[in-house]
């Protein structure tokens, strides 16, 4: 059977994959020239899918050993160590024996600890407690990449969450220096907070300052998704009204993800010989809202009070300004100024609004859609 063409989980190859034809040359050309990339753009977007397109580039996939780390749910060092070791070794690991031995051997501070199966094969199985000294084991990590016998690409996911390390600023400090003697390795940071990643790179006194190109990813443009949409419905032998395409890319404010799982369903909907017409939207969101129901209901009932009361009003509001200026006060009922600041703070923290300039917003817009449907805003 053929797979659904709307793929809403993970990259599946190069022919689900819509445009960004022109970032990935971008990109391609740029870590083949030695340079180091931040690729930054709101949530759901699409980096994390677009680095591993490029990555499967013949120019890149041929030509160096890559390594793919999300540091997303890291908290500290270790943290960052163990799942930075961890994709050496699960790279490593299907390239043959002498290869990911070549590795453990540079891991002396470890070697005990990495446990084998019963096909002998290696596993990552440390555990934090078991990386005594992190600063040593991420030394290790390097070298061995300064000396893999090829040119090396490490992707670090979600880069901006070292900063929330209790020590953040020695880590970037010491990541920074690694980085830059280790000239057989280049490196791709991406990250959905624009404003913790641009300070990283933009700022003078900070120690990533001008060592790398900043990408801003934008949107799939309208009429490059159309045309992927339509394709893919005809290659399966069903019609895809371009009226659907177009209310859909405004609904979902041109965010991937959300247009992806809508059309996945509507891709089901749809009998092959007929057509997707712009009327089956409603009935597919709202399957998709039914889905997320109960995960949606127990994060906002989970939310200390002052935080849902905040996380209602901006979601009610859309884009948000001055949320703690009277009259945004007042109009939803906060509590105060200060009340509603260190609410936004946690709901930034917890990532459940996101901020530009001064303007807030729900980055989850499925959750605010579903707030709509259940009637709560
Ligand atoms: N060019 C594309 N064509 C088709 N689907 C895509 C494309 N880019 C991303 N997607 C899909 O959109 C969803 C979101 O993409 P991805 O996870 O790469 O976004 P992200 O920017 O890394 O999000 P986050 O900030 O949450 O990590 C995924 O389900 C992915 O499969
Ligand atoms: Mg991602």
């Known amino acids: 059977m053929k797979r659904n063409p709307f793929v809403t989980n993970g990259y599946a190859g190069a022919e689900y994959f819509c445009d960004r034809v022109q970032e990935t040359g971008t990109i391609v050309s740029l ?19 677009l680095i591993r397109h490029c990555l499967q580039q013949p120019e890149i996939k041929d030509a160096y050993l890559t390594f793919e780390v999300d540091v997303y749910a890291t908290s500290s060092l270790n943290d960052f160590v163990d799942v930075f070791g961890k994709a050496v070794l699960e790279t490593l690991r299907p390239l043959g024996r002498k290869v990911w031995e070549g590795f453990l051997n540079m891991l002396s501070s470890l070697r005990s600890e990495i446990t084998f199966d019963i096909n002998g094969m290696p596993t990552w199985g440390l555990g934090l407690a078991k990386i005594a000294n992190a600063s040593t084991t991420l030394d290790e990590i390097f070298d061995y990449l300064q000396n893999a016998g090829m040119p090396c690409i490490v992707a670090i996911d979600e880069f901006q969450q070292i900063l929330k390390y209790p020590d953040g600023e020695k880590v970037e400090a010491a990541l920074r220096t690694r980085i830059q003697r280790c000239n057989n390795v280049n490196f791709i940071f991406s990250g959905s907070h624009r404003h913790l990643m641009s300070a990283m790179f933009v700022t003078p006194s900070r120690p990533f300052y001008q060592s790398v190109t900043i990408m801003n990813l934008k949107p799939i443009p309208y009429d490059k998704y159309l045309e992927f949409c339509q394709k893919k419905f005809c290659e399966a032998g069903k019609r895809l009204d371009e009226k659907t395409v177009e209310v859909l890319y405004a609904r979902f404010q041109s965010v991937t993800m959300y247009m992806q799982k809508v059309l996945n369903i509507l891709f089901t909907m749809t009998p092959v010989g007929g057509a997707c017409t712009v009327d089956m939207i409603d009935e597919a969101v709202e399957m998709l809202l039914n889905m997320a129901s109960d995960g949606y209901d127990t994060i906002l009932n989970q939310m200390p009070e002052k935080q849902r009361n905040l996380f209602l009003a901006i979601s009610a509001e859309g884009r948000a300004c001055n949320i703690s200026g009277g009259l945004f006060v007042r109009k939803y009922r906060l509590l105060s100024s200060s009340s509603v600041l260190s609410a936004a703070k946690g709901l930034l923290e917890k990532d459940f609004i996101t901020q530009d300039k001064g303007v807030y917003y729900t980055y989850d817009l499925l959750f605010v859609e579903w707030m709509k449907m259940k009637r709560i805003i």
């Open 31 to 49: 870590l083949t020239n030695q340079n180091n990339i931040a690729l930054i753009s709101p949530r759901r977007l699409g980096k994390t899918d």
